[in-house]
């Protein structure tokens, strides 16, 4: 395999499941640092903030600078100051959202936005849901975290913001613009920030049409493990392949 510069692990399905550690991936991961290779992480979670990224990771074991960590919120909210700069920005969704707006300058209002901005909310209610049907149906544009249907756990898979946000729009007529995985926005912003090639950095994850997709979406190497949603015998049926396919890291 070849070396990199910029090793991009995804973190549900392959660092960590719920609150368990992957052992392979967590050995992977100490290797680098080791080697004076310090990881990014990479996940669609949009539900948590850098700081409580951080910890699940030194709960598995991981000491991740909080500057090499990437959630779809703090792109979302990176998005979001760009191209709606000054309008009114609703949200639905948990802290890692609220706070990652609110460190881009936009301050959410209750009512009458411009702009919908949707990630995961674990105390989700219908009021919430239906309130956000009609904001969108007023003419507020959508933009979701993500689209992942569902994310592995300890437990089983359980609904991830995908399957809410596609109920949202299907509810209102309109297809939410994407920000997290399989949109290669999270690794546009890497390279920007710490200056990387394309050529330099590797896409590491589960997920094919998350994760693998990004990579390729944004036109760096790839690595499938087969520690969460998408088998290997799934990945070898698809069109694009990743660049390498491994078991466990
Ligand atoms: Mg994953």
Do not use: W
């Not at 297809?175 to 330099?200: C, M, Q, R, T, V």
């Amino acid at each position: 395999m070849r070396e990199y510069k910029a090793y991009c692990f995804d973190l549900d399905g392959t660092v960590y499941r719920g609150k368990k550690g992957i052992a392979s991936a967590i050995t992977f991961i100490q290797r680098l640092q080791q080697a004076g290779n310090e990881p990014f992480y990479v996940t669609n979670n949009a539900s948590k903030t850098r700081e409580q990224l951080q910890e699940a990771l030194m709960a598995v074991g991981i000491h991740a600078p909080l500057e090499h960590i990437y959630s779809s919120a703090l792109v979302t909210a990176k998005y979001v100051a760009i191209h709606f700069k000054d309008k009114k920005v609703a949200m639905m969704g948990s802290d890692g959202l609220r706070q990652a707006l609110l460190e881009a300058g936009i301050k959410p209002v209750e009512d009458e936005p411009e702009v919908f901005v949707m990630g995961i909310d674990r105390k989700l209610d219908y009021m919430a849901l239906a309130k956000a049907a009609l904001f969108i149906q007023k003419g507020a544009i959508f933009i979701a975290t993500n689209q992942d249907i569902k994310f592995p756990t300890e437990y089983g898979f359980l609904p991830g913001n995908g399957s809410f946000a596609r109920l949202i729009g299907d509810v209102a007529d309109v297809e939410p613009i994407y920000i997290g995985k399989p949109s290669s926005a999270i690794l546009d912003i890497i390279a920007i920030e710490h200056g990387f090639s394309k050529e330099e950095m590797v896409m590491i994850g589960d997920n094919y049409d998350t994760d693998i997709m990004c990579g390729i979406n944004f036109g760096c190497d790839t690595i499938h493990v087969n520690t969460g949603v998408t088998p290997t015998n799934v990945v070898l049926e698809k069109e694009q392949q990743p660049t390498y396919i491994v078991d466990t890291l």
